[in-house]
């Protein structure tokens, strides 16, 4: 009965969604069944099961084509193994995922790829990576030889146009031609592309390109027939072009529409970042264009049409929140459209030492682009500030980022027109490039301005009347704290409740033990809470009562003192701890009778005299 139970629940219930892991490691040596990390492939398998994860050890792998049948919506994810993200510990070895996989291949296959993807519903991920240096990234590619068409990554290659390819993810991959290199000259006179997809027939949707480093190639990324695309927070570095391959870091065309391109880095740029094309007649629709920074480079435009011959290529495209730092020619030119219902909008862009940093689509349809609340810093020749109703000019501004040198474009300079001039915009343009929530009057540029930097908060005790062991025991010196960058709480109850704390911060360079009848055994222990005065809002008086009678403990010193303060910081507003500058130094006269003079108290220690000053600060030696 039990087994028919079983066999029933089976039926009714079957075992889906079950997934598993498997493992590649060149140099493996087991079974090679993929089952452990003993146990590997020591490439990529002929074959892999939808929903399953395939792990890559550090190493060096070869081509691939990905042409495993979809399943519904069930991905295949390829990734990097980490430290951290590795599955199985069978076998694992931590060097083998301290570095790269690098997909380094020739013979390529055909159409000149390293990776091909002929079905979609792939996940391919390095996990880790940033920046313009392709040995910082878990995945990295090139091909052996660059003689001939060369595609990183084709999805699908030019022979496969027909196929529909959907839902590809690419992350953290480094893929690299070495076109920033003067060497490489002999070879552009051949086509060498990043990412190349040309889907002639149907329309791909869903992809996201993130954190990826796209180097070299004449075009970087090559689309055709996507939608719904995210390409977001990569680094395009370097791009070049020829009469025979133009170049473009992005060149979309037949009808890509839907497309977010935020938070990316666009670097010596070589005639477009986006030049798009009108690919079997159709437009490329509705793209979202911000918080990208486009650094250096030699444009025909930056966000534009790349057939000006062409009429409606370009059609309501938004550039918003943009930085372009050394930049030349038209920022956003969608040349001929035919109905201005399809006109450009760009607001809220911070152009910074920018050559004819131009918005006005000259020369083709007017009024094309609508544009307003942008900056322009220390520009030149033709700028279309005129034609906007809240433009930020200023024609002799200094850099208002933290370091171009270091790539860190937030606003460190207080100065800077574009800070709360933006204009306030849809909710899908509320974040800055670091996550940052913009305001209803945004900061112009890629990153709000989240204010200068505050100088560390900072204070100084001046001791006055107490700095023999003789006048601390009459009572009647102070110590006076001053504190600057910040203010003390607010007076009354609030700063009462603190005053016990602002005695707790005060220490003696003599413990208890070595001095048992010193400052932290007797003075600190028994300061009254009515000696701590908040004078003003910044500063504080401590009065020291007479501690030679009662109800205090008799203060008597073996050996001198120095006596100093840490403010706490639940004494200010900042609410940061302050050491503060400046001592106490009391000076036990035990060991030698004082003399009491008019101009203050002489005495002996350790067979030297010494002058207390009346001033009740100065101590100086005597003859």
């Not at 704290?481 to 220490?507: C, H, K, M, P």
């Not at 000076?587 to 004082?594: E, F, H, K, L, R």
């Amino acid at each position: 009965m039990e087994k028919v139970f079983i066999v029933l629940l089976i039926l009714l219930f079957p075992l889906t969604g079950f997934t598993a892991n498997h493992y590649i490691r060149q140099g493996a040596t087991g079974s090679a069944d993929g089952s452990d990390w003993t146990n590997a492939w020591t490439d990529l398998p002929s074959s892999f099961v939808r929903g399953d994860t395939y792990y890559i050890a550090d190493g060096t792998y070869g081509n691939h084509a990905f042409t495993t049948a979809e399943s519904g919506t069930d991905y295949i994810t390829v990734k990097k193994a980490t430290s951290s993200d590795h599955g199985t510990e069978t076998g694992w070895s931590s060097s083998y995922g301290d570095g790269q996989s690098f997909f380094y291949a020739d013979p390529i296959l055909e159409n000149g790829a390293v990776l091909e993807f002929r079905t979609g519903y792939w996940i391919l991920n390095g996990q880790w990576g940033s920046g313009s240096d392709e040995n910082n990234y878990g995945f990295k590619m090139a091909p052996v030889t660059y003689t001939g068409r060369r595609h990183m990554i084709s999805c699908p290659p030019s022979n496969a146009a027909t196929l529909q390819i959907d839902h590809i993810q690419i992350s953290y991959v480094a893929m690299v031609f070495p076109g920033c290199d003067l060497s490489y000259v002999p070879y552009y006179d051949y086509n060498h592309i990043g990412i190349y997809s040309n889907m002639n027939t149907y329309t791909g949707g869903s992809f996201l390109l993130s954190n990826n480093l796209f180097k070299g190639g004449n075009t970087n990324l090559a689309m055709r027939g996507w939608t719904d695309g995210i390409i977001e927070n990569n680094y395009f570095y370097w791009n070049w072009s020829t009469p025979t391959y133009h170049g473009q870091q992005i060149s979309p065309g037949r009808s890509c529409d839907n497309i977010i391109l935020r938070g990316n880095m666009f670097r010596n740029s070589k005639t477009f970042v986006v030049g798009a094309h009108h690919t079997n007649y159709t437009s490329n629709d509705d793209w979202q264009i911000y918080n990208n920074i486009i650094l250096d480079g030699t444009f025909t435009s930056i966000f534009g049409s790349g057939d000006s011959g062409t009429i409606d290529v370009v059609w309501r495209w938004q550039v918003h929140h943009n930085t372009f730092i050394n930049t030349n020619n038209h920022a956003v030119k969608p040349c001929n459209i035919s109905s201005l219902d399809n006109k450009s909008f760009a607001y809220n862009n911070s152009f910074y030492n920018c050559s004819n940093p131009r918005l006005d689509n000259s020369g083709f349809t007017a009024n094309a682009v609508t544009h307003n609340n942008n900056y322009y810093g220390h520009c030149v020749n033709t700028i279309n500030s005129a034609d906007e109703t809240s433009p930020q000019r200023d024609d002799a501004a200094i850099s208002p980022f933290t370091s171009i040198t270091n790539e860190d474009f937030t606003i460190a300079d207080p100065l800077y027109l574009g800070i709360n001039t933006g204009k306030d915009l849809a909710a899908t343009y509320d974040t800055d490039r670091a996550g940052m929530v913009r305001d209803s009057t945004p900061t112009i540029g890629a990153y709000e301005f989240l204010g200068a930097a505050e100088p560390d908060p900072t204070g100084t005790l001046t001791p006055y009347g107490f700095a023999s062991e003789t006048l601390v025991q009459t009572g009647g010196g102070t110590i006076v704290i001053n504190i600057t960058g910040t203010t003390l709480v607010e007076a009354g109850a609030t700063f009462d409740a603190i005053r016990q704390d602002i005695i707790d911060g005060l220490s003696s360079n003599k413990t208890a033990e070595q001095e048992p009848s010193g400052g932290e055994a007797v003075v600190f222990p028994n300061l009254p809470v009515t000696s701590v005065v908040r004078t003003d809002d910044d500063t504080i008086t401590i009065t020291f009562p007479d501690f030679d009678g009662d109800p205090y403990p008799e203060f008597d010193l073996f050996a001198s003192e120095i006596w100093g303060m840490i403010l706490p910081g639940s004494a200010v507003l900042s609410g940061q701890p302050i050491t503060l500058a400046g001592q106490a130094l009391i000076i036990s006269v035990d060991t030698g009778p004082a003399q009491t003079t008019g101009s203050g108290i002489r005495f002996h220690k350790d067979g030297k005299a010494y002058r207390f000053h009346a001033d009740g600060v100065r101590i100086t030696s005597e003859p």
